[in-house]
């Protein structure tokens, strides 16, 4: 099964842009990646997803390293309601049914 | 977008006794998950419940233990069965999307917390 790799924490500035990487070197072709954050005491929340190309909202900006083997969640500007656990995530169809995969997530500390 | 509401809350219950957790959701959804998260753990999906089947299981994860119920497209239950101290945890539904495609975006509940005494 396809797994991903996150580092366990991390922290920013206030205003600073953020990258959050993920790694998920077994993925397959058609497996989508999924970015989810959570607070505390809160389900996740969906922040942005893609196949193969980068993708922005309003939210924030995913890189998508070309081999798909690796992903990056860009936070352009890190504010203190963005400090929670990002997750990534693959989400795939096998054996006829979706499968979903959570990574270890990132917490990530917004310093003021 | 999808909201998620889920019923208890939180809970405490004593071992060998079963508790069933209520996930409505507020639109048709074809797919439903159903998660559980250890306290600062990420989630480990427990089952995938779509509506006219018997839900799909995980590895680790018995039908047995955690029953499931799928009676609409808006609705499904979890049941902890012959509750232990080991499956106090947080437990999450999710709806995964219009046409349970994986080129949308999942919604999840805010989670029941199970404590088993």
């Known amino acids: 099964d396809a797994k991903t790799t996150q580092p366990n924490s991390m922290e920013s500035n206030e205003e600073e842009p953020v990258h959050l990487p993920c790694n998920h070197s077994?993925?397959?072709?058609?497996?989508?990646i999924h970015w989810y954050r959570q607070l505390p005491s809160q389900g996740p929340e969906y922040v942005i997803h893609g196949l193969t190309s980068n993708v922005n909202n309003r939210m924030a900006s995913l890189a998508i390293a070309e081999d798909r083997k690796s992903s990056t969640l860009i936070l352009h500007r890190a504010t203190l309601r963005d400090a929670a656990v990002y997750y990534c995530?693959?989400?795939?169809?096998?054996?006829?049914?979706?499968?979903?995969?959570f990574g270890t997530g990132t917490k990530l500390q917004v310093i003021p | 977008s999808a909201v998620i509401s889920q019923k208890p809350s939180r809970d405490i219950c004593q071992r060998g006794t079963s508790l069933t957790i209520q996930c409505q959701v507020d639109?048709?959804?074809?797919?439903m998950f159903w998660y559980r998260q250890q306290p600062g753990q990420s989630l480990t999906l427990i089952a995938t419940a779509n509506q006219g089947s018997e839900a799909t299981y995980e590895s680790g994860f018995v039908i047995d233990k955690f029953p499931i119920s799928r009676p609409n497209l808006t609705f499904s239950t979890l049941t902890v069965s012959n509750m232990s101290p080991e499956d106090s945890s947080i437990y999450l539904c999710?709806?995964?999307?219009?046409?349970?495609?994986?080129?949308?975006?999942?919604?999840f509940g805010q989670g029941t917390r199970l404590t088993v005494v």
């Open positions: 639109s048709q959804v074809t797919m």
């Open positions: 077994t993925i397959s072709g058609t497996d989508y």
């Open positions: 995530i693959l989400r795939a169809w096998r054996g006829g049914y979706q499968k979903v995969t």
């Open positions: 999710s709806a995964g999307g219009t046409g349970g495609t994986m080129n949308t975006e999942a919604f």
